[in-house]
């Protein structure tokens, strides 16, 4: 009976340490997520900001104001259109 016992108290024992172990690891894995989250949204921010930023560097008014400032280019006058055959039209 003390044998039959004791063994039972092993394995309460281990099985309460490894309900501890378990709980930490859940724990430890639990922070991980939430600073894993707030790092994704504060990538979202960034992102968000990254495409406003390209929308305006690429907006159809600056390119037309840089191409005529700074690389001297203007409006054709005439614009002739090429068909297949190679003729104008």
């Known amino acids: ?11 309460v024992l281990t099985s309460a340490l490894g309900v501890v172990a378990a709980q930490h690891q859940s724990r430890k894995l639990f922070t991980e997520l939430e600073r894993e989250q707030s ?23 600056r390119v037309e104001k840089a191409a005529r400032e700074r690389l001297r280019m203007i409006s ?8 297949s055959a190679g003729g104008a039209r």
């Open 39 to 61: 790092r994704m949204r504060a990538l979202e921010v960034e992102w968000g900001q990254l495409q406003l930023e390209q929308s305006t560097w690429a907006g159809h008014a």
């Open 76 to 83: 054709p006058t005439q614009i002739v259109v090429l068909d």
């Open 1 to 11: 009976m003390l044998r039959f016992s004791m063994i039972l108290l092993v394995l």
